[in-house]
């Protein structure tokens, strides 16, 4: 590791002078390293820095870079496309493929989708679609999870436990100064995984209820599986009070699985959304549901924009990921899984060997790492009271100074670049690291 990331420092220094905070998103002001960094390119697995130091990555765009940073089957068809234009105002002739491969491989039967951008604003389509077909207002939105940052939705992602109240009847915190306060009205915060809970807000808010949004498998804290039977509950509750069950599927969709958490958890919602695996890297977002939902949005009743749908080179990189997965998903799941699962077994006997408390939980090639002395974690209150953040942000930092770059939530992707190599450096390097902390 070469000078403490000295250019990086340089760098963000002099990115304060021109841009907002020095960054363009809030959460890299959290990067391991203490300073956001800056990077000079990045191809497979790895990653480099303006310092010229080298990374293993398991951020991989926090989640998109499903075959590895600029993988050569995505990057050649959209530099061939893009010779037809960039932004054509209009329809592009991939569309209707993609659509047709991405309803192939999601278990929504009879489904339709439409096309937008980011991972937020999919999710804010999905708010309108379940509010305009159903009729109603209220939402349920569980604890930990993140639906993007719109201020109908940007609540109770972390909400500390001293301001979050009751676990039966959690307040709704808002993750930023500046929201509009009146969307808190029309959502209904429940604390995840427990069905008599999710039972009790039914019974409180009943034919209320529009629809109730969740993570299937919660990613953004501690990649946590539902328990067993768990989604089938609400899903059985939504049906009978005439509510949309939908997924946000933007982490889970295309990297669990082809057809994402729905294919590994046997259980379809009414309505789900997708971004960031989809395009392989570029942006890309889609919400997939039953035809008679999403007419809706097909009469124009719910009206969606965006100059950007659709672009060419969007479009292309997810017509490349989708014939891919298409093309190989039997034996691309089954050597992607095994990486993690090897990861994750690797890194549960380093923790045993050196009498550590870190914890690693997840599926597939999605992981999360966090320090606890619990046997597992299962919704957002048993991460906040029983996870050390400080350790977990001193580790990220060691471990980045050993060439492996985490995030500053504790999730790790593993993508298709991963080589055998690299597994085994990074548990070299946990082994190594926690020795010291």
């Known amino acids: 590791m070469t000078n403490e990331f000295s250019k990086s420092k340089t760098m963000y220094d002099e990115a304060k002078e021109y841009i907002a905070g020095g960054i363009s998103s809030q959460i890299r002001i959290n990067d391991p390293a203490k300073i956001p960094m800056f990077f000079s390119h990045a191809k497979g697995s790895k990653m480099w820095d303006v ?11 926090m989640g998109p870079n499903l075959f590895g940073h600029a993988p050569d089957f995505i990057s050649d068809l959209v530099k061939k496309e893009m010779d037809r ?15 047709k491969m991405a309803l192939e491989l999601i278990p929504i039967k009879n489904a339709t989708a439409r096309f937008a951008i980011s991972g937020t604003e999919i999710d804010q389509l999905l708010f309108r679609v379940m509010r305009g077909y159903t009729k109603k207002n209220k939402i349920v939105k569980f604890e930990g999870h993140y639906h993007g940052w719109m201020d109908s939705v940007n609540y109770s ?17 808002p993750e930023s100064t500046g929201m509009d306060l009146n969307t808190s009205k029309n959502l209904i915060i429940c604390e995840w995984n427990d069905e008599e809970k999710i039972e009790n807000v039914f019974n409180k808010y009943g034919d209320d209820i529009a629809g109730v949004i ?8 501690n990649c946590i599986l539902p328990k067993k039977g768990y989604l089938e509950k609400v899903k059985i509750l939504c049906e009978k009070h005439n509510a949309l069950l939908a997924f946000d599927e933007v982490i889970t ?17 009414h309505i789900a959304t997708y971004a960031k695996s989809m395009a392989g890297g570029f942006p890309m977002s889609m919400i997939v549901g039953e035809k ?4 809706e949005i097909g009469n124009g009743n719910v009206y969606h924009g965006g100059s950007f749908n659709s672009n060419v080179m969007s479009t292309a990189a997810t017509y490349a990921t989708l014939k891919y997965l298409h093309d190989s998903k ?25 009498d550590s408390d870190l914890h690693v939980q997840g599926v597939g090639s999605l992981l999360s790492i966090s320090f606890t002395n619990k046997e597992e974690i299962t919704n957002w209150r048993d991460h906040a009271k029983n996870c050390d953040e400080k350790k977990y942000s001193l580790f990220a930092y060691e471990m980045l100074k050993n060439g492996i770059r985490l995030s500053s939530n504790g999730r790790m992707h593993i993508s298709s670049a991963h080589s055998q190599e690299d597994l085994e450096k990074t548990i070299s390097s946990t082994e190594k690291v926690l020795s010291k902390i």
């Open 51 to 61: 310092d010229g130091n080298e990374y293993i990555d398991y951020i991989q765009g």
């Open 157 to 173: 992602v972390h909400p500390p436990l001293n301001l979050a109240g009751d676990e039966n009847n959690p307040n709704p915190i």
């Open 253 to 269: 969709g295309f990297r669990v699985a082809a057809g994402g958490a729905q294919e590994l958890l046997k259980i379809t919602p």
């Open 85 to 99: 234009g960039y932004v054509l105002a209009g329809q592009f002739d991939k569309e209707i493929e993609i659509a």
């Open 330 to 354: 039997a034996t691309f799941y089954e050597n992607l899984n095994k990486k993690g699962e090897f990861m994750m077994k690797n890194l549960k006997s380093v923790s045993k060997s050196q």
């Open 214 to 221: 969740t993570e299937p498998i919660l990613g953004n804290t």
């Open 292 to 295: 008679q939902i999403m007419e």
